[in-house]
C-alpha cells in the first residue's frame, strides 16, 4: 500500500497525480456525454465507437483514481 500512497501524491508539475487522474476522467466523462448529446440532436454525427471509447477510457481513469484514493486511506 506504500507504493500506491507514494505514487497518489507523486507531484508531476507541482500537482499530485491523482489530481490529474481526477480531471482527466472527469473531461472523459463530459466529453462522452458532449459526443451523444451532438450525435442525438443532428449537430454533429459521430460514430458510436467514439462514445464507446470515451466511456470505456473514463471508466479506466476513473478506477485508477479511486484505487488510488482508497490506497490513501487504508
Known amino acids: 500500500m506504500d ?3 507514494n505514487l497518489a501524491y507523486q507531484p508531476i508539475l507541482n500537482f499530485p497525480l491523482i489530481g490529474y487522474l481526477g480531471i482527466i476522467s472527469y473531461l472523459l ?3 462522452a ?3 451523444m448529446i ?3 440532436r443532428k449537430i ?3 460514430k458510436p465507437q467514439l ?3 470515451l466511456a470505456y477510457s473514463a471508466v479506466i ?3 485508477a483514481h479511486g484505487i ?7
Not at 68 to 74: E, H, M, Q, S, T
Open 3 to 5: 507504493f500506491l500512497r
Open 29 to 31: 466523462m463530459l466529453s
Open 33 to 35: 456525454a458532449v459526443v
Open 38 to 40: 451532438l450525435t442525438r
Open 44 to 46: 454533429k454525427r459521430f
Open 51 to 53: 462514445h464507446f471509447r
Open 61 to 63: 481513469v476513473a478506477t
Open 68 to 74: 488510488l484514493a482508497l490506497a490513501v486511506y487504508l
